[in-house]
């Protein structure tokens, strides 16, 4: 367990290189449970989360090696259907597994999953979805394991009630191999299932899109290995452009997705932010005057990302006049900011007035706590001061660390783990950008 010792304010200047996505990175090894040949992956992040995937699929019996930002997974001699409760519950993706294993094997165990503590997150879209599919499902409170098997999966017509990323690749996953034709409707369509779709694709699946939303998987026998290189990651992206204009400095950024940034680079220069496209692929943000206050709905592909919420709410806190956010795909996603607040933000909790909420939220409205807010109104500029605070899940952490390197004195951040699940290296990269940030072990003064 470590913590961060942060010393500010610093204005940050220099380049960054984009990590490889999280968001595909993880999906992309459990990619290797579905053939005996090799999978090579180029451009994975030393994340946290990628080293626990890696855990899942030996648990199972792979065999994987990570040298410098490749991972090769190969199938091994011994074969188990079951994900350790010590591995699998540590991360949310872990069920995931089901599909692959279902197909290849004819059943799976797997704990109940776990991650970030950002609202309920079901997998009971997941879990119907494989039903329709021949696989039959059973949760038993006593093991804390979902149990699964299915002689054949077979292709289904799967219409999802709610958006849902996970869930999309999840039947993905598991139609690659079935018999038949299955077809996905209100399919989410984020660029990072494209990647992992293109993935497949180099290994023989049929996958294509064929309408709004609508995604169609024709199963096939086998899949072979494959060599792929996966995509930068965005929401890191749009942390180090947050990072450079709320520092009033400037961060040119390697390896940008900056083509799939449309929605943020939108209301990121309505607020005042600055970019200059160098190339295709590096992109230059910087500070140039004065910020002003922009509302944000996050939303579903392509609206703006519930990931972007957190660092938007600290570019919000150095612009002019009141602002608001307004959180609709998860249901308790303001963890950051009573620690916000403790550095001297000005942030009130409010309830927008919303007919049919149970259709207008993308979560489950049964799984919405009494005391938990669906949106923030932040009211700036306003000078912040160093605390003692804590991250209770990623996007927050990186929300509070991009605090602490504009605020005045020194913050200690407790809780790195979080951040680290899915930032490459984080406290490296930002000083070499000229924070001053430290990391220590939390048993050290």
Not at 323 to 337: A, G, L
């Amino acid at each position: 367990m470590d913590k961060f010792v942060i010393t500010g304010p610093t204005v940050l200047h220099g380049d960054v290189t984009s990590a490889g996505a999280k968001n595909v990175a993880l999906k992309a090894i459990v990619v290797s449970l579905l053939t005996e040949e090799s999978v090579i992956l180029h451009n994975m992040p030393h994340i946290k989360d990628v080293l626990l995937m890696l855990e899942v699929v030996k648990s199972l019996g792979a065999v994987a090696t990570f040298e410098g930002n490749t991972v090769k997974i190969s199938d091994g001699e011994t074969r188990s259907t079951t994900v350790p409760l010590e591995i699998g519950a540590r991360l949310r993706t872990s069920s995931m597994v089901l599909g692959p294993m279902l197909s290849r094997y004819g059943r799976a165990m797997i704990p109940n999953p776990g991650g970030c503590r950002i609202g309920a997150r079901p997998i009971d879209r997941h879990i119907e979805g494989l039903k329709s599919m021949g696989a039959t499902i059973d949760y038993n409170s006593t093991d804390g394991f979902f149990h699964a098997e299915a002689k054949h999966l077979h292709g289904a017509d799967i219409t999802f009630e709610k958006n849902t990323h996970t869930g999309t690749e999840t039947l993905i996953l598991a139609a690659v191999l079935a018999d038949g034709k299955t077809v996905l409707h209100n399919a989410a369509e984020e660029v990072e299932i494209d990647d992992l779709i293109a993935l497949l694709n180099s290994m023989g699946a049929n996958i294509k899109r064929t309408g709004s939303r609508e995604i169609t998987i024709c199963g096939v026998k086998t899949l072979h290995g494959t060599e792929y290189t996966i995509m930068s990651d965005r929401n890191e992206e749009v942390t180090f452009a947050i990072a450079a204009v709320v520092s009033k400095g400037k961060i040119v950024v390697h390896h940008s997705e900056r083509k799939h940034l449309h929605e943020f680079l939108d209301v990121f220069t309505k607020a005042g932010g600055k970019y200059r496209e160098i190339d295709e692929t590096t992109t230059e943000y910087y500070y140039d005057g004065p910020l002003s206050a922009v509302d944000v709905v996050t939303g579903q592909h392509p609206g703006f990302m519930t990931d972007w919420q957190a660092p938007w709410a600290i570019l919000m806190t150095q612009a002019s006049g009141t602002s608001m956010i307004h959180e609709t795909v998860f249901e308790n996603r303001f963890s950051y900011v009573e620690e916000l607040k403790k550095m001297g933000a000005d942030i009130e909790y409010f309830d927008p007035v919303v007919e049919n909420p149970h259709e207008f939220y993308n979560f489950n409205w049964s799984d919405k706590q009494a005391d938990a807010h669906q949106a923030i109104k932040i009211t700036g500029p306003t000078k912040l001061h160093n605390a003692i605070t804590s991250m209770n899940d990623l996007r927050a952490g990186a929300t509070i660390v991009l605090a602490a390197i504009i605020a005045e004195g020194k913050s200690y951040i407790h809780g790195v783990e979080q951040i680290d699940r899915g930032y490459e290296h984080i406290d490296t990269r930002l000083q070499s950008l000229g924070a001053t940030i430290e990391r220590i072990e939390e048993d050290k003064v």
